[in-house]
């Protein structure tokens, strides 16, 4: 039954025609350069479009004259943490001709490339909170072809401008991804636009599984490697291509706590919709994991972490001081999964963590840094009584600057101090030094 124009995973790199229908069941276990049709979503009987290696090949043949080879480095906490630990640089992924950096391109290139000179023309519309549009947009743009992103709310206004930027259509609407999906959906129906979703399209996941590829070629003795997991398409494609090349390497995925929604999936055996929460891990904020990416990744998946919000400040705070990097959230949660503790197993092994993103706005940025200094124990508030009289602030601060005390910020309250009312509570914000001020105020 025709539902929605979809782009079609039967395509390779020349233009094919596509059929909006449901497969056969024999055509689902062909490769998807021989594919006929394409369905969007899996059917009641549980089927779902299978991602092969060689569409992974394909995809890196496909893509490579323009997405370049993100670097893979090996961390400065590695003695820290007792690991040969590296990074896949992928919030470098762009080959420096724009300011976007996501691993999110690999697949939008990949699935741009599959279209049919009428698709092409019709133009293409997306849902997505910030990363898979600024793909869209940006190589919709380099090669002529329409882009409409539907974006939810909560979206970094950030990211909503660089798509604009980059000359897509941005409509801002659906309190999370569940609602600008669906409006996306809706457009595409009406409009005849091809959508393209984020994550749950097979096209894109051999794309984001290119990262696979390259992983082994600069670290063929690699142990394990810890991936991001949003909506399932980078862990599905990553999965596959290492998986299908080195089964014996661990494959560990990581969510934030805000949004679970992979882990829920295999809890309950297929996608389910979680609620979720505003989290550093914007990226990742997806309330219902793909039917494909889940059925492709979760039999290749050996262990899932869940990281808390504080971890993830943690990470970013010390990818910008360790590795000189700026990540955004949904990136960082690799490296929260080996700060946090819970992968103490791979120590004495070669690990590599996926840094997926750096598309992060700089309030949140600094918002970041901070809660990350004070979970460190490298900010400390301190709270003082004193009376209320000219001078008794002078004071107190005096009494900071003989401890050598660096006052960050200082506030004062009077109306709910529970002393008597001739005294003022004054809160200072400080940066420990060799003496802690709490113990002399």
């Not at 497969?23 to 369905?39: C, I, V």
């Not at 999965?239 to 390497?249: C, E, F, L, Q, Y």
């Not at 993103?357 to 004193?386: C, E, F, P, Q, Y």
Request: contains cysteine; glycine residues 8%.
């Amino acid at each position: 039954m025709s539902v929605v124009r979809n782009i079609g995973d039967s395509c390779s790199r020349s233009p094919c025609s596509v059929v909006i229908t449901n497969a056969p069941d024999d055509d689902l276990k062909k490769p998807l350069s021989s594919r006929s049709t394409k369905r969007m979503f899996a059917d009641e009987a549980g089927e779902y479009d299978k991602l092969h290696f060689d569409d992974i090949l394909q995809a890196h043949k496909t893509i490579r004259p323009d997405v370049h080879v993100s670097p893979l480095v090996r961390s400065h906490i590695s003695n820290n943490v007792q690991m040969d630990l590296y990074l896949k640089q992928e919030f470098t992924s762009f080959t420096g001709r724009s300011i976007y950096s996501s691993f999110k391109e690999r697949g939008a290139r990949n699935a741009l490339l599959c279209l049919t000179p009428e698709q092409r023309k019709a133009g293409v519309v997306a849902a997505s909170a910030g990363n898979h549009a600024q793909g869209l947009s940006y190589h919709g743009q380099s090669l002529g072809i329409p882009v409409k992103v539907v974006m939810p709310v909560i979206a970094p206004l950030m990211k909503i401008q660089k798509c604009k930027d980059f000359g897509a259509d941005v409509v801002v609407e659906g309190n999370d991804m569940f609602g600008a999906t669906q409006v996306a959906l809706d457009d595409s129906r009406s409009s005849g636009r091809v959508f393209i979703n984020a994550f749950d399209n097979v096209r894109v996941m051999a794309g984001q599984g290119t990262i696979g590829l390259e992983i082994l070629d600069q670290l063929p003795n690699v142990d394990a490697v810890v991936i991001p997991i949003g909506g399932g398409g980078l862990i599905a494609g990553i999965s596959t291509a290492i998986k299908s090349r080195k089964p014996d390497t661990l494959i560990i995925g990581v969510e934030s706590e805000m949004c679970p929604s992979f882990n829920e999936a295999q809890i309950k055996g297929k996608p389910v919709l979680v609620p979720t929460s505003r989290s550093l891990a914007d990226g990742l904020a997806v309330p219902q994991v793909g039917i494909h990416s889940f059925s492709n990744a979760t039999n290749k998946i050996d262990r899932m972490v869940i990281v808390k919000e504080d971890s993830i400040a943690l990470a970013i705070l010390t990818l910008v001081e360790k590795e000189k990097s700026v990540v955004e959230g949904a990136g960082a949660v690799s490296m929260a999964a080996i700060l946090s503790g819970q992968l103490d197993l791979l120590k004495g092994k070669r690990v590599v963590l996926v840094v997926s993103g750096g598309n992060i706005d700089t309030t949140v940025l600094s918002r970041a840094l901070h809660k990350g200094m004070a979970i460190d124990g490298r900010l400390l508030k301190v709270g003082v009584v004193v009376d209320d009289r000219p001078g008794c602030i002078a004071e107190l601060c005096q009494v900071f600057s003989e401890l050598q005390v660096n006052m960050r910020h200082l506030m004062h309250e009077r109306a709910w101090v529970k002393a008597d009312v001739f005294s003022v509570k004054v809160f200072i914000l400080t940066k420990p030094g060799v003496v802690d001020p709490s113990q002399h105020t």
